[in-house]
């Protein structure tokens, strides 16, 4: 299994408890599919360089994961689908 840091932004006017039961959902797509988190980094509320889908804010949460390519195609399949997700990131992580 790879190393891989996934940033994802969810919906800004999402409140306390619904954004952490999007973060668990989100986190359960991988965890369900044999990955392993290592590391989660809540950045927290920030602005948009520029507008995305008329928001001008977003939650940012970048998580490091151990995950196979299966568990990563199934994260990006259930983020393009879900209405709180505004963006998602992958990338191969060389530490």
């Known amino acids: 299994m790879k190393k891989y840091e996934i940033m994802y932004i969810v919906k ?15 986190h359960a797509i991988l965890t369900d599919n044999g990955s392993k ?20 804010k977003g939650y940012y949460v970048v998580i490091k994961v151990t995950a196979e390519e299966a568990a990563l195609k199934e994260f ?11 963006r998602h990131l992958i990338t191969v992580d060389k530490d």
């Open 37 to 56: 988190i290592t590391n989660v980094n809540e950045w927290g509320l920030r602005d948009f360089a520029y507008p995305i889908n008329d928001m001008l």
């Open 12 to 26: 800004a006017d999402l409140d306390e408890a619904a954004r952490k039961a999007e973060i668990e959902k989100l």
């Open 76 to 86: 990006v399949r259930l983020a393009k689908i879900d209405q709180n997700v505004v």
